[in-house]
């Protein structure tokens, strides 16, 4: 690979420290993601067998074994390219799909491309690219938007909304005007689904609204609950007056569980993807229960990618088969089924529903 353009050797730096932060420490958002409020029914004579259960799903009309994705992480580091081959073989074993990290790096020196190319590894493995949404302020044309995608071939693009986050980087991109228009651009002229995401935050119903509105194809609420990217940014800064204000932000945003609900209340048949704080299938069950087509995380397979394929599969397995056994013990057949089983979701008055029968 050719060395970087000096732009792109910081991007390079950063993208590598944001990995050792969250490999080596502890930046989980101070909110709890809701899905401990949650609850689904135990049904103790579930008149089927668990064979019977059955996790597939289809997204954009792609074949998934399961309505799991490994949510965005990493790219444009030379370290990150294994990372990512892990992520991408287990994925297509597992039939999930698979999201990568920025794509910024790339757009900045096409050298470091090979960092997200993995149809190489898994060229069947419903695949998104990635790029934050505030770069169209920053140089970055609808024309980049298109080559991303059509770089790694993938199946559709992610455009991250990130303002906290940048505004806690030293020297952040934070012109965060008149994106929506750029954005609509985008979901008009590129011709694979575009899905809006937060990164940690979580998105409101109303700029739900407006991104659907400007015809994004689905929604990740990416809320709060698990990384916090404002710790990871205070961590990064090595700035003890930026790291406190960073770490004033630790409980910043809204919960995944609360988020999801609102948003499925709100948009009965738009797309929607929960991330943030997902860490088992039984987590998993509960999103979808609560109106998620798709449960995304990233941080429970992170540390088994900078160990193998086979390490990544083995944290996929236990998140699907957590599960299928939720489907299951809840007296359901598919992950469709959950949302008959939410017995309560939260303490709050307003969060409150009645048990099903």
């Known amino acids: 690979m050719a060395d970087p353009t000096p732009v792109a050797r910081l991007t390079e730096a950063r993208k590598s420290r944001h990995l050792d932060i969250c490999l080596e420490e502890d930046v989980a958002s101070h909110l709890d993601a809701g899905f401990s409020s949650v609850r689904l029914r135990h049904e103790a004579l579930p008149e089927c067998a668990l064979e019977d259960v059955d996790t597939s799903t289809t997204l954009f009309g792609h074949a998934l ?48 491309l090979a960092t997200y190319r ?39 693009l992610y455009l991250h909304l990130n303002p906290l986050q940048e505004a806690l980087q030293t020297n952040g991109d ?31 119903v109303r700029t739900a ?35 406190a204000i960073a770490e004033s932000f630790a409980a910043w945003g809204y919960p995944t569980a609360e988020a999801t609900a609102e948003l499925r209340r709100a948009f009965p048949q738009a797309t929607i993807f929960a991330s943030g704080g997902i860490r088992t299938g039984v987590d998993a069950a509960k999103a ?23 390490a990544v599969s083995d944290a996929v397995d236990v998140m699907v088969n957590g599960l299928r056994i939720a489907i299951f013990a809840s007296g359901c057949r598919r992950p469709a089924d959950l949302s008959e089983a939410l017995y309560v979701r939260g303490s709050a008055e307003t969060l409150i529903v009645e048990p099903s029968s």
């Open 65 to 112: 074994a399961a309505p799991i994705l490994i949510s965005s992480m990493t790219g444009g580091t030379d370290r990150a390219r294994a990372i990512n081959y892990n992520l991408a073989i287990a994925a297509e074993r597992a039939g999930v799909a698979l999201a990568l990290g920025s794509q910024r790096a790339a757009l900045e020196d096409p050298a470091l």
């Open 118 to 156: 993995v149809r190489d590894v898994a060229p069947r493995v419903v695949l998104f690219a990635n790029i934050g949404a505030v770069q169209f302020n920053y140089g970055v044309t609808v024309d980049d938007a298109i080559r991303a995608v059509e770089n790694i071939a993938a199946d559709g």
């Open 174 to 204: 934070t012109n965060f005007r008149t994106l929506l228009p750029r954005i609509g651009e985008v979901c008009r002229r590129i011709g694979v689904p575009v899905i809006a995401k937060s990164v940690g935050s979580g998105i409101s």
């Open 209 to 243: 609204s407006r991104l659907l509105d400007a015809g994004v194809s689905a929604i990740d609420v990416a809320g709060a609950g698990g990384t916090s990217w404002a710790r990871v940014e205070g961590r990064r800064s090595d700035d003890p007056r930026r790291e």
């Open 288 to 310: 979808i229960a609560l109106g998620a087509n798709i449960a995304g995380a990233g941080l429970p397979y992170l540390e088994p990618a900078t160990r193998s394929a086979e």
